[in-house]
């Protein structure tokens, strides 16, 4: 079964704008830990972004400032909310969750990915 479903990707110009989403299933009952990644081609997967059970937030360093990672708890559901775009950013994004009361620092659950591709 499917557990998260991830949308939002799609083709901007420079400096544009895109929400993702991801929206965890009925099985999973909380999203304790979101983290955003995404690989580009020819690259290994990068970390993006963060956020943790008790609200504390970690960001990559070359996405800081542009980047907000949220979740909105009444619909299970995480963003990744993504300004100034730049062609570097085009990548596939993947979300990853935690749902238990316990970090070990592994994820549960990932998502399918979604393409973001950042025109010049």
């Known amino acids: 079964q499917v557990q998260l479903v991830e949308s939002g990707g799609d083709v901007v110009q420079a400096g544009g704008s895109l929400r993702l989403s991801c929206t965890a299933s009925k099985t999973i009952s909380a999203i304790n830990v979101l983290g955003w990644y995404r690989q580009a081609p020819g690259k290994q997967r990068e970390f993006v972004a963060t956020l943790m059970g008790g609200g504390s937030t970690n960001y990559a360093d070359d996405v800081k400032g542009r980047f907000t990672i949220s979740i909105d708890n009444a619909k299970n559901t995480g963003y990744l909310q993504m300004n100034s775009l730049k062609p570097e950013d085009t990548a596939v994004y993947y979300c990853?969750?935690?749902?238990?009361?316990?970090?070990?620092?592994?994820?549960?659950?990932w998502g399918q990915g979604t393409q973001v591709t950042v025109s010049s």
């Open positions: 990853a969750v935690h749902e238990g009361t316990a970090w070990y620092g592994a994820y549960d659950y």
